[in-house]
């Protein structure tokens, strides 16, 4: 079976982007796993409540076929959190889908792995599309693009398409 990681902040992830690829997944037989800073519930900034039950520095990359960082404002303390960094560049090293959504394409960059890369994110405040160019990716405004084994969405519009996208990916 395969298995997808999705990770999520303590506090004020994007509930929608969170459950919908969670449900799509898991409708197609896929285990998720939530992981975070710590082991424990987690809560949505619209109310959602999910239990992760691997805190991020326990993570085993090489049991997933897939890491997924969700978005929302809480998705800002992974912006430079070494673990998150990490997590990313063995994802990428081992081959892994690495995906992203929202505001948590900016983690991927700060983590160095979106060099040459196409990529999206949420961009309405105009900043977050900076932080991708600087960091050596190629910002490309669609809801969800896809370069290689990276796959990144710009928001909770885009959350559906994400988690089929990512489903797609995880059959091929």
Excluded at 23 to 41: C, H, P
Excluded at 54 to 67: K, L, R, T, Y
Aim: proline letters at 2%; glycine letters at 10%.
């Amino acid at each position: 079976m395969k298995k997808v990681l999705l990770i999520i902040a303590q506090q004020d992830y994007q509930d929608h982007e969170c459950g919908a690829p969670k449900k799509i997944l898991e409708d197609a037989g896929i285990e998720v796993v939530i992981a975070s800073k710590q082991i424990g519930v987690c809560h949505g900034a619209f109310g959602a409540e999910v239990e992760a039950t691997v805190a991020i520095a326990e993570v085993n990359v090489s049991d997933f076929d897939a890491i997924i960082f969700i978005g929302g404002a809480g998705a800002v303390g992974y912006q430079h959190d070494v673990q998150a960094h990490l997590t990313a560049q063995e994802a990428i090293n081992r081959g892994k889908i690495l995906g992203a959504i929202c505001i948590a394409p900016t983690i991927l960059a700060y983590a160095g792995v979106l060099e040459g890369k196409k990529v999206t994110v949420w961009n309405q405040d105009g900043k977050q599309a900076e932080i991708l160019t600087k960091n050596g990716a190629e910002f490309v405004d669609e809801m969800v693009v896809v370069d290689g084994k990276i796959v990144t969405a710009n928001g909770p519009p885009a959350a559906e398409a994400f988690g089929k996208k990512i489903l797609e990916m995880l059959k091929e």
